[in-house]
């Protein structure tokens, strides 16, 4: 069904965004959804505890409904309402990092539907620190089911603009936050079983959770990079996702030769027709010579990387190019969070810069 879809400024200001909060609230309340900023990625917010919302959710997204929401909070202790059991763990976690970019899977209680968790027995709860998706989830019962607000399939929105592309028509409205700070996805990690598991990195990385609850398990389709059967207990990690239309290829291995690589696979193409684009970084974008070069932050800050990354994939399908090459990000905090995306968008093409031939 298309509808018009309105795009509001809010500004994190209780005072100020009072209106706004209030037409989301009532949208919310009666099934309807609102896309809504976050301190990760925008998401795309319905009431978590009203199956219709949820389907409503799948459809605008075109997501597979086996593929499970996260349910948002506001404050801690509403996700005593929506769990039949918070172990220690999880206590110590939330402590650390609530508010903020890390979602625990957790036994369900009865007032979650299965429409929202995808069939599942577990629900994915997450408190932003965002103050506009903070007031937002307040104004609007205290439980959001909240998905990336991206077409299925496609980068996650860093921008409301990037929310209008993929849900003009379909949804009422978008509240507009600005641009996201960290621009990829929460971390998440499943507390139902004997040992904590990472389901999927962010910028809460590996480190930071051993320094809170110790060793933890890292669910092996993660490091999806060889292992592409695997079955991910995040259902969404089987999907393939982020991709350009154009065919993305990772290049790896030291950065000399990377940028060597790369430049001799663009004169190929470049002998042949075939438009061909390269993902750099400030340090090496102007050692390219492909028809167009985008850098995606500094490698000496690599939280900038994570903030372009999805804006520089979308930015790929305005270009048109056919090829693109991109920079392998393996920086040392948050570059396995990068790399599992960038590998998903690649649909796991990788290219050894050591070899002579790929
Ligand atoms: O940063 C974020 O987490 C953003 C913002 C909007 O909060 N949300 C987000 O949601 O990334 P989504 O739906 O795009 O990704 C959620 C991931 C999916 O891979 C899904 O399969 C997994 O979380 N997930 C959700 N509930 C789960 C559950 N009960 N057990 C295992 N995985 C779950
Ligand atoms: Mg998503």
Redesign the pocket.
């Known amino acids: 069904m298309q509808m018009e879809t309105k795009i509001v400024k809010a500004y994190g200001d209780p005072v100020r965004d009072k209106e706004v909060m209030s037409e989301a609230g009532l949208i919310i309340r009666s099934g309807g959804l609102v896309a809504i900023p976050?301190e990760?990625?925008?998401?795309l917010a319905g009431d978590a505890l009203n199956p219709d919302s949820s389907r409503k959710i799948y459809s605008a997204k075109g997501r597979p409904s086996d593929?499970?929401?996260?349910v948002?909070i506001s404050k801690t202790e509403d996700v005593y309402k929506i769990t039949d059991s918070f172990p220690e763990e999880a206590e110590e976690l939330a402590r650390e990092f609530w508010p903020g970019?890390l979602?625990m899977?957790l036994p369900k209680s009865s007032l979650v539907p299965r429409e929202t968790?995808?069939g599942?027995d577990?629900?994915?709860v997450?408190m932003?620190v965002n103050p506009i998706a903070s007031e937002f989830i307040s104004s609007s019962g205290g439980f959001i089911a909240?998905?990336?607000?991206n077409r299925s399939g496609r980068p996650?929105c860093t921008t409301a603009a990037h929310v209008f592309e993929d849900m003009n028509g379909r949804i009422p409205l978008i509240i507009d936050g600005g641009e996201v700070g960290i621009g990829i996805?929460?971390t998440?990690v499943?507390l139902t079983g004997n040992k904590p598991c990472l389901?999927?990195p962010g910028i809460i990385n590996v480190a930071m959770l051993n320094e809170v609850v110790g060793d933890v398990d890292i669910d092996p389709s993660i490091e999806g990079i060889v292992d592409r059967d695997a079955h991910p207990?995040?259902?969404?990690?089987k999907y393939k996702h982020y991709a350009p239309k154009g065919e993305l290829y990772i290049v790896r291995g030291d950065l000399i030769k990377v940028t060597e690589k790369i430049n001799s696979l663009v004169s190929v193409n470049r002998s042949k027709n075939i438009k061909t684009a390269v993902i750099a970084t400030d340090e090496t974008r102007d050692v390219y010579a492909a028809d167009l070069v985008v850098s995606v932050g500094r490698r000496s800050d690599e939280a900038s990387i994570a903030h372009n990354l999805f804006s520089v994939l979308r930015s790929m399908d305005e270009e048109d190019v056919d090829i693109i090459y991109t920079e392998e990000f393996d920086t040392p905090n948050i570059g396995p969070a990068i790399m599992n995306r960038l590998v998903r968008a690649a649909g796991h093409k990788i290219i050894d810069s050591s070899l002579r031939s790929e």
């Open positions: 976050t990760t990625v925008y998401g593929n499970p929401l996260i948002h970019p979602t899977v968790t995808g599942l577990t629900v994915a997450r932003p909240a998905p990336s607000a996650s996805e929460s998440i499943d389901l999927r207990k995040a259902p969404g990690m």
